[in-house]
């Protein structure tokens, strides 16, 4: 079975700042991972997806991601948050296979963006 | 526009009703699921369907009954709606053998009054 972890359910930085959200996942066959966020009131926009090519992710808004087998992890980073980065963001995974892969999301980490 | 459409984006109703919940895709994908997120954001699968066919049932109440009748449209219909039900309900659909390419729509906000 899969699952994900997102540690952190609230992360506060300043503007300009740093931002890191961390994702774990636990998979039995190799994953396929996601960053989605959304907006207030909005649906799921897709930051980026790691599918087994290159280790390092980049994404939309600045946003990148580096998949580390070893760690099981899939964090989100940005240099430098902005304002507009103040949103909800998901880190999910799939099995990818066939007939169902379905997406299995972690809870959630709620980024504000501190002036 | 390419898209997965929901209609409607926003209902709400009375306890007891009974209500449906529209999704369509003009993506040429086979594969379309129904996600719901609850109050506390948490986004869980409730069902897929493949070709018409259901795939994944994620021991949701009967009251709940999808129904896809072709492989563009996933409805959800839902009977003797309870507070509990609020919530917002995602549609989401991918071509099988690409694994990665889930297109979501816009959501659906249910409120249960």
């Known amino acids: 079975a899969q699952s994900v972890t997102q540690l952190g359910s609230h992360v506060s930085v300043s503007e300009g700042a740093l931002v890191l959200l961390r994702c774990n996942y636990s998979s039995s066959v190799p994953p396929y991972l996601f960053w989605y966020v959304q907006y207030p009131n909005q649906g799921l926009q897709l930051l980026l997806k790691?599918?087994?090519?290159?280790?390092l992710v980049k994404g939309i808004n600045g946003f990148e991601a580096e998949f580390k087998k070893s760690e099981t992890s899939f964090h989100l980073t940005k240099p430098s948050a902005h304002m507009s980065d103040a949103a909800e963001y998901f880190c999910?995974?799939?099995?990818?296979?066939?007939?169902?892969?379905?997406?299995?999301f972690g809870q959630g980490t709620t980024l504000q963006v501190k002036p | 526009d390419t898209a997965v459409s929901q209609t409607p984006k926003y209902l709400v109703t009375q306890m007891g009703n009974d209500k449906s919940i529209k999704c369509e895709q003009n993506?040429?994908?086979?594969?379309m699921y129904w996600y719901k997120q609850d109050s506390k954001k948490f986004l869980k699968i409730m069902f897929s369907?493949?070709?018409?066919?259901?795939?994944i049932n994620e021991t949701v109440p009967n009251r709940f009954s999808p129904k896809s009748p072709d492989k563009a449209h996933l409805n959800l219909h839902i009977n003797s709606l309870e507070l509990g039900d609020s919530a917002v309900y995602f549609c989401?659909?991918?071509?099988?053998?690409?694994?990665?390419?889930?297109?979501f729509g816009s959501g659906t906000r249910l409120t249960v009054v």
């Open positions: 369907y493949n070709n018409k066919e259901l795939i």
């Open positions: 989401a659909s991918r071509r099988q053998g690409v694994p990665d390419g889930y297109t």
């Open positions: 999910a995974v799939s099995d990818g296979s066939g007939n169902t892969g379905k997406l299995i």
């Open positions: 993506l040429g994908h086979d594969t």
């Open positions: 790691y599918t087994s090519a290159a280790t």
